[in-house]
T-cell receptor
Framework: SQELEQSPQSLIVQEGKNLTINCTSS?????LYWYKQKYGEGLIFLMM?????EEKSHEKITAKLDEKKQQSSLHITASQPSHAGIYLC?????????????FGEGTQLTVNP | DVKVTQSSRYLVKRTGEKVFLECVQD?????MFWYRQDPGLGLRLIYF???????EKGDIPEGYSVSREKKERFSLILESASTNQTSMYLC??????????????FGEGSRLTVL
């Protein structure tokens, strides 16, 4: 089965600083999804990447998928307290996995004002 | 606005009780999923369903069952709750996409405590 490893597990930054979260897969990624979760709530979809080398941005968040499609990074520029939460990557393992996604353990982000 | 609604945000039950967690989506999605989320373990798939009356075991189905009598509703059942089932339960739905994964839409979660 596909396994996803996220790093770091937790991150504390000062407001205004940039940060990067990584997600590494044990197998080729057919689709990589980034979600954000506020404590005690459901997951909010951020972005999906499918093609090797693909990069997407939304406001101050940029996600990239490497050429080999086994690693993705999420970069936040000039972080704000509103960026705080848990960031999770989810992977589509391809046709054999159906429509299910496998998730990493998550990265807990704290942004201090 | 699309929505996945879970019936209870917080539940407290006693060991041995039967527990029902209800999930309703209003997007006419074919696929529905139940995950549980635990610190250090992330999200783990319990059961999922591709269609009415169909169900598939996920990674950790033991101690759980599901029911999907209508397309919009997917219920998770704990026949006899145990303390190790204390967790956050998340329901999700997605549109069918020819066998490949698609964006999941999540409910707000149900935090279950079993005493």
């Amino acid at each position: 089965s596909q396994e996803l490893e996220q790093s770091p597990q937790s991150l504390i930054v000062q407001e205004g600083k940039n940060l990067t979260i990584n997600c590494t897969s044990s197998k080729t990624l057919y689709g990589l999804y980034w979600y954000k979760q506020k404590y005690g709530e459901g997951l909010i979809f951020l972005m999906m990447l499918q093609k090797g080398g693909e990069e997407k941005s939304h406001e101050k968040i940029t996600a990239k998928l490497d050429e080999k499609k086994q690693q993705s990074s999420l970069h936040i520029t000039a972080s704000q307290p509103s960026h705080a939460g848990i960031y999770l990557c989810g992977a589509d393992g391809g046709e054999t996995s159906g429509s299910r996604l496998t998730f990493g353990e998550g990265t807990q982000l704290t942004v201090n004002p | 606005d699309v929505k996945v609604t879970q019936s209870s945000r917080y539940l407290v039950k006693r060991t041995g009780e039967k527990v029902f967690l209800e999930c309703v989506q209003d997007m006419d999605h074919e696929n529905m999923f139940w995950y549980r989320q635990d610190p250090g373990l992330g999200l783990r798939l319990i059961y999922f369903s591709y269609d009415v009356k169909m169900k598939e075991k996920g990674d950790i189905p033991e101690g759980y069952s599901v029911s999907r009598e209508k397309k919009e509703r997917f219920s998770l059942i704990l026949e006899s709750a145990s303390t190790n089932q204390t967790s956050m339960y998340l329901c999700a739905s997605s549109q069918a996409s020819g066998g490949h994964g698609g964006e999941l839409f999540f409910g707000e979660g149900s935090r279950l405590t079993v005493l």
